[in-house]
């Protein structure tokens, strides 16, 4: 239950803790570390499960142990003339806040102080060290508020008419120790325990309790960290930084956290203990200033820094103490850093040699880098934030406020060019025009995947939503901010940051993201790698270009019902859908084909040589028709009102066609493939214009490689009745060009019955893709829409739920559907190439999943097309891995 620092190692964290594990690795590294001892978090979790009671024989152990550190030490806690005194610091598997801070000093009463003052000659240390201890004690171990102490402090500071603590001397810190000891005996009725054995145990239990409070056990359920870790306890001989000029303590990180510049960096501060230096008392010194004001301390230090980022292969963030000219180290840990430094220190490491590449990838979380794909606010600029909502498509973005879709085609892209922000209650699929011709998107409903959200993080447009403090008036063209003055009106200019939700008002100067040349090498060596391959899902010429350029090889899905709302269009289509007769039907068609055609031909150009999935029409009919209330308003206005009749029979035959298309349930009504099934023409009309586009494509020398997806497949017989179409069509298309073109016809697997007759469909499709989108729908019986407004935000407070699983794919659910899926497919297509195109494709504990299930590739918006494929390698080096340590169990 008890080890002594040398007597563990790195190796030992599971046992030792992080704190406790890395103590012992430098001691036996030969680096001067105070002597101590490690408590075990098994002996934590033993003392939890006894009810808070130690184990048989931990404090025997643990007296033991302390009798082979004060040897150590050459001093014995408790002495009358040379007393040893002890840190008692946490430290559980990984770092974790909430967990108990830090005691120092413990071991004082008014017997060992008198030894300590007699034996340093310095009464302001020793007293400074006695408030310090009674403060942290009462703080940390006896429950008490911080401030009381703190007030106690600042008073005797203004008597003294002082700033610092630094200023106080020795009388005045006697004073504070006095009061601070009253104040403990006031608080808790009993007198501050002066037995040094009683405050160490006083001390461990506290450290113990500390593992189950809320705090800690909430942070472990929203981090995914298993309650049975436990913490250790590492009880350490104390060194002083408070001894005078000649003393300090100090933070450093082996290379730059921010921007991973390989130098060290730190800060540290003369004459103080413990966590002055990042508890903002006084102002620290960069640690360069060390090299000056003592030089061969931070020689040493330095040499320390870079062993010690030999001997872990990774960037060190160190504690470290001065006492009266020698230095010592308390501790180190794998850094924090910035997205960015972690990109260039990652491939440093590999270039210097340190690393593998397989490391290198390791070393970067996926999430992380999403940061660097976007706009960001410049880290310098001073804010003022106004509002919050959710950070639902990441970016940051400078416009002037409009507050309908129309305002902002208008005014935005495409129209008058200007820089706005769509400023609205939420969004529908008929803002798409005004989407797209923003700088940003704020909403004040809607969550994570409202449509807003999803869009623009699919277009890559920052987007803030659920801002429910902002109460828009779209009728006024105003918003104004709940509790506040704040008013905003139309064309005021606002910056919202879609990377954590921030909405500010005026300009806020932006950076622009730094795709450095790290990165891509990064990511150049994450495709040597990965098993699986990464797609974009697009919609436009440009955004296939944007996709190749972040590495995307090829378009997993691209939606044709985003060209249709496109405005110069949506008559037409209305046309065509209000038609009475099939003729009529195809008239309208006819005039949307070549602006179809168009677009095929920029995107399959975008991606020349590269597969391009066109997923044919899928949404219901009457999402491009107006909503049925406010047809109904309109007519009902008319009506009461002298109009042109032939105005009004127009209105009225448009009301008349929405009612009769509207669905009970449009999410399981007339869509997909059985839109087709009763009216082929539309897709007749989509497969010619894209076979149009690829012959023609390759008549300019082009290497157009279309696929064609059939959505919302059920039941072979659909797939087989709409392939032969597909074919049909295309094939006569080609004939007539006279070019010779390769194409696929495959289906989006988005049904439960599609995965569990996967057998029966693959005899009909060349490839299946994953639309977990709608999967997760029909899987869960949830409507999206509907449970992001009313209910998974339950579900995921109770536990119900522990992701979003529109977000993180439902691998004991709907996951079990995708492998029976591609297993079945597979038994009667053996080479059947299976890609994931839902939401889930570009999130990476899915994307791990997808790899584990055979997966060929995963498509996501263009934005996280390198998060992808980082995730991908990871993947393939996690499982090689896995079955490496395999292989080497069943050796031994
Ligand atoms: P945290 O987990 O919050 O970093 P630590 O256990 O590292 O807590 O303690 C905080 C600070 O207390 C350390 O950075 C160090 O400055 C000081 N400290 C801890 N143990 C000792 C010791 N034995 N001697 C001197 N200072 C110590
Ligand atoms: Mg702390
Ligand atoms: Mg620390």
Redesign the pocket.
């Known amino acids: 239950m008890v080890y002594l620092f040398d007597e563990g190692s790195a190796k030992m964290r599971d046992t030792l803790g992080g ?1 406790g594990c890395n103590l012992a690795e430098m001691t036996n590294l030969g680096l001067p570390i ?1 002597p ?1 001892l490690t408590i075990t978090c098994q002996a934590c979790n033993e003392y939890n499960a006894l009810g808070k009671r130690f184990p048989d024989g931990l404090m025997d152990e643990m007296k033991k142990a302390l009798a082979k550190v004060e040897i150590k030490a050459g001093k014995k806690f408790g002495d009358a003339h040379n007393p040893l005194l ?2 008692v ?3 559980a598997p990984v ?1 974790m806040p909430g ?1 108990m ?2 005691v ?1 000093n413990l071991g004082l009463n008014e017997t060992t102080l008198k030894a300590i003052i007699a034996q340093s000659k310095n009464e302001r240390f020793a007293y400074d060290a006695y408030r310090r201890f009674i403060n942290m004690f009462g703080d940390v171990v006896l429950g008490m508020e911080h401030k009381h102490f703190e007030e106690i402090l600042t008073a005797k500071k203004k008597a003294k008419n002082v700033k610092l603590d630094t200023e106080l001397d020795a009388a005045d810190l006697k004073d504070v120790a006095q009061n601070y000891k009253q104040l403990v005996e006031k608080d808790t009725g009993k007198k501050f325990p002066e037995d040094p054995m009683e405050q160490l145990e006083l001390a461990i239990k506290a450290v113990f309790n500390s593992w189950d409070t809320p705090r800690a056990v909430t942070y472990r359920r929203i981090s995914r960290l298993s309650d049975t870790m436990g913490t250790a306890v ?1 009880v ?6 408070n001894m005078g000029n000649d003393s300090g ?1 100090g ?1 450093a990180f082996t290379r730059n956290p921010s921007n991973g510049e390989n130098k060290l960096y730190g800060e540290y501060l003369i004459n103080a ?6 508890a903002g008392i006084r102002t620290p010194k960069p640690l360069a200033a060390l090299g000056k004001e003592m030089p061969e301390m931070y020689g040493q230090f330095a040499d320390i820094a870079k062993r010690l980022e030999e001997h872990y292969h990774d960037m060190q963030d160190m ?3 001065i ?1 009266k000219g020698k230095l ?1 180290m ?2 180190t840990r794998s850094g924090k850093r910035t997205a960015a430094a972690a990109v260039k220190i990652a491939v440093d490491m590999e270039r210097e040699g340190r690393i593998s590449k397989e490391e290198a990838i390791m070393r970067v979380q996926p999430e992380h880098i999403d940061k660097l794909l976007h706009r960001q606010i410049d880290p310098k600029a001073k804010v003022t934030v106004v509002a919050k909502g959710l950070n639902a498509s990441p970016g940051a973005a400078v416009g002037k406020a409009v507050f309908t879709a129309d305002d902002a085609a208008k005014a935005g892209i495409g129209g008058r060019g200007e820089k706005i922000i769509l400023v609205s209650v939420e969004t529908t699929p008929e803002d798409i025009h005004g989407m797209v011709a923003a700088q940003g998107i704020l909403t004040s409903r809607g969550g994570m995947t409202s449509h807003a959200a999803v869009v623009a993080r699919g277009m890559g447009v920052p987007c803030v939503a659920g801002c429910e403090k902002l109460k828009v008036d779209v009728s006024r063209k105003i918003a104004t901010v709940e509790g506040t003055n704040v008013v905003i009106k139309e064309g005021d200019t606002l910056t919202v940051d879609g990377s954590d939700g921030r909405v500010m008002l005026g300009e806020v100067p932006l950076v622009d993201p730094e795709l450095t040349g790290d990165f891509e090498e990064l990511l150049r060596w994450a495709d040597s790698i990965s098993r699986m391959h990464v797609r974009a899902n697009v919609d436009t010429p440009k955004n296939a270009l944007d996709a190749r350029k972040f590495g995307a090889k090829g378009v997993g899905l691209c939606r044709t019902e985003r060209m249709f709302n496109d405005p110069d269009r949506l008559p037409i289509v209305q046309e065509m859908i209000l038609a009475d007769t099939p003729d009529a039907r195809k008239r309208a068609l006819k005039k949307l084909e070549p602006m179809q055609k168009g677009d095929f031909k920029g995107i399959l150009e975008a991606m020349d040589g590269l597969p391009v999935i066109i997923r044919l029409l899928d949404p219901p009919l009457h999402e491009f028709l107006p909503k049925l209330d406010e047809l109904l308003v309109e007519v009902t206005k008319m009506s009461f009102h002298k109009t042109d009749d032939r105005v009004f029979n127009e209105k009225k035959r448009i009301l008349d066609k929405v009612r009769e298309l509207s669905e009970f349930n449009p999410m399981l009504g007339h869509r997909g493939c059985r839109l087709a099934i009763k009216y082929p023409e539309i897709y007749e009309m989509q497969v010619a214009a894209l076979f149009e586009a690829a012959t023609e494509l390759k008549k300019e020398g082009k290497n157009p490689v279309p696929e064609v997806m059939i959505p919302l497949v059920g039941n072979v017989k659909e797939l087989a009745k709409l392939r032969a179409l597909v074919k049909k069509t295309a094939d006569g298309i080609i004939a007539k060009s006279g070019v010779k073109l390769n194409y696929m016809i495959g289906t989006m697997i988005e049904l439960p019955r599609a995965c569990l007759t996967a057998d029966e469909i693959a005899t009909e499709a060349e490839f299946f893709s994953y639309g977990t989108n709608d999967l997760t729908q029909t899987t869960l019986g949830f409507s999206r829409d509907d449970a992001e407004a009313k209910f998974l935000q339950i579900y995921l407070k109770e536990g119900i739920l522990t992701d979003n699983p529109f977000e993180v794919l439902d691998s004991n659910g709907v996951g079990k559907l995708v492998t029976m899926g591609v297993q079945l497919g597979r038994k009667v297509r053996p080479g059947l190439e299976v890609g994931v195109c839902g939401e889930t494709g570009g999130e990476p504990r899915s994307i791990e999943f997808y790899h584990n299930a055979g997966l060929d590739y995963v498509s996501c918006s263009k934005y996280r097309v390198p998060i992808a494929r980082l995730a991908a390698a990871q993947a393939t080096i996690k499982q090689k891995n896995a079955s490496k340590k395999k292989e080497s169990f069943g050796d031994s």
């Open positions: 704190k105070p101590g002890v840190s610091r946490s430290g770092s967990m801070d830090t120092l590492n350490q001989t104390m060194v002083f930084g303590t933070v203990q413990g966590e002055d230096v990042v504690e470290f103490t006492e010592w308390l501790q």
